[in-house]
């Protein structure tokens, strides 16, 4: 079955940088869409960046210019690059993936989480 191990969180102090890695594995034809989202206790999980199959990435308001979002396809891993982090940035990040395309629009990729299927357990990232 596929699975989707995140990694790279921890606490970093405002203004440094953390790099996210998803490992993805389990499937023989890779997803339509894969993407970043963050959640906090009472709060809804934000779609932060998505990437689709050609490379195309979309940007939350709150990560562009920030944040950025690759796939290193031989060893099936996203990654999500993040600079200039702020105490609000700090929140659980989970890694997804859309196996079916509801993701797919019509330039990129969705950011809302009823579009992805396919979900990570999350790794913590506080900034202080």
């Known amino acids: 079955h596929v699975q989707l191990v995140e990694s790279g969180g921890g606490s970093v102090h405002a203004g440094g940088s953390l790099r996210l890695s998803c490992a993805a594995s389990?499937?023989?034809?890779?997803?339509?869409?894969m993407g970043w989202f963050r959640q906090r206790p009472g709060k809804e999980r934000e779609g932060i960046a998505a990437?689709?199959?050609?490379?195309?990435?979309t940007y939350a308001d709150s990560a562009k210019g920030r944040f950025t979002i690759s796939k290193d396809t031989t060893n099936n891993t996203l990654l999500l690059e993040m600079n200039s982090l702020s105490p609000e940035d700090t929140d659980m990040y989970y890694c997804?993936?859309?196996?079916?395309?509801?993701?797919?629009?019509?330039?990129?990729?969705?950011?809302?989480?009823?579009?992805?299927?396919?979900w990570g357990q999350g790794t913590q990232v506080t900034v202080s």
């Open positions: 997804a993936a859309d196996f079916v395309g509801r993701a797919v629009v019509r330039v990129g990729c969705s950011l809302h989480r009823r579009d992805f299927s396919t």
């Open positions: 990437i689709d199959r050609d490379g195309v990435s």
């Open positions: 389990g499937y023989t034809r890779g997803p339509y869409c």
